[in-house]
């Protein structure tokens, strides 16, 4: 399985809790240095929390679930 479709699964873990408080996550890139680009949508675009939704919540996921994955950067 290609890199971006594990992490793209991955993805769909989150995107429940993100859409329960009306934003989403759209992933931009996924570098071969192990770096995760994604976009916060929707409420998650402008909410003071969104770095620590981004560093706490995705970030730590994708990790979990993608060994590959070294960061999450917001796009």
Avoid at 27 to 34: F, M, N, S
């Amino acid at each position: 399985m290609e890199l971006r479709e594990k992490v793209e699964g991955a993805l769909q873990k989150v995107r429940p809790s993100l859409q329960a408080d009306g934003g989403d996550v759209q992933l931009v890139d996924v570098g071969d240095d192990g770096v995760v680009k994604v976009k916060l949508m929707g409420a998650c675009g402008g909410c003071p929390m969104s770095q620590m939704t981004l560093k706490n919540g995705i970030e730590k996921i994708l990790k979990e679930s993608v060994p590959e994955v070294h960061s999450v950067e917001s796009a």
